[in-house]
């Protein structure tokens, strides 16, 4: 069964902090992505990475920063968290193929307080 | 103007009802995706297509690529259908990267 786990499902931090979240996945899927859900706004990319130590910007990277040193595990870091990083934070893993479309895999979400 | 939009945000029905979620998008794409997301849960895939019509026992899923429109049908609604379903598009080539919808908020009462 295909699985893709979190390292928490809730976290409360202080501002300021240093941030770690950790995602895994055991499908041997080369893309992996990192998302933040919030009401009204629906869901959006952080990050995206397509192979081990290869990221790319997504649409609001901005106090954000990830690692991909191994395949299968893909870090998000707020490098100095702040009360607007409150947030549903979502990772997703798929294969990536050229000519075909794939679902994306969803982990649990970890729901992140920053106070 | 959102790349992708869908209708009603939110939506009550009773149980039975025969429920349509409405997904329009102005980006080209090469799949379009239904997401279920339960309160407090993970996102789970319901439909990828690209073309014509899919079913999945009281889900059916359709996708006009001329009118850039898709819909999510649910027949025989049930309370345990309630949850927030989420449309997305793929458009990133091989990275499969995804643009969503903000989501339609379904609640199906007894």
């Known amino acids: 069964d295909v699985k893709v786990t979190q390292s928490s499902r809730y976290l409360v931090k202080r501002t300021g902090e240093k941030v770690f979240l950790e995602c895994v996945q055991d499908?041997?899927?080369?893309?992996m992505f990192w998302y933040r859900q919030d009401p009204g706004l629906g869901l959006r990319l952080i990050y995206f990475s397509y192979d081990v130590k290869m990221k790319e910007k997504g649409d609001i990277p901005e106090g954000y920063s990830v690692s991909r040193e191994k395949k299968e595990r893909f870090s998000l870091i707020l490098e100095s968290a702040s009360t607007n990083q409150t947030s549903m934070y979502l990772c997703?893993?798929?294969?990536?193929?050229?000519?075909?479309?794939?679902?994306?895999?969803f982990g649990p979400g970890t729901r992140l307080t920053v106070t | 103007k959102n790349e992708v939009e869908q209708s009603p945000q939110n939506l009550t029905a009773q149980e039975g009802e025969f429920i349509t979620i409405n997904c329009s998008y102005s980006v080209g794409i090469s799949a379009l995706h239904w997401l279920q997301q339960h309160p407090g849960g993970g996102i789970v895939s319901l439909f990828m297509l690209s073309s014509g019509k899919k079913k999945h026992g009281r889900l059916i899923a359709t996708i006009n690529i001329q009118e850039k429109h898709s819909s999510l049908h649910i027949t025989a609604s049930h309370p345990r259908d309630s949850a927030v379903y989420i449309c997305a598009v793929t458009y990133g080539g091989a990275t499969n990267k995804l643009i969503f919808g903000t989501g339609t908020l379904l609640a199906v009462q007894p």
């Open positions: 499908m041997d899927h080369e893309n």
């Open positions: 997703a893993s798929s294969p990536n193929r050229w000519g075909s479309s794939y679902e994306q895999y």
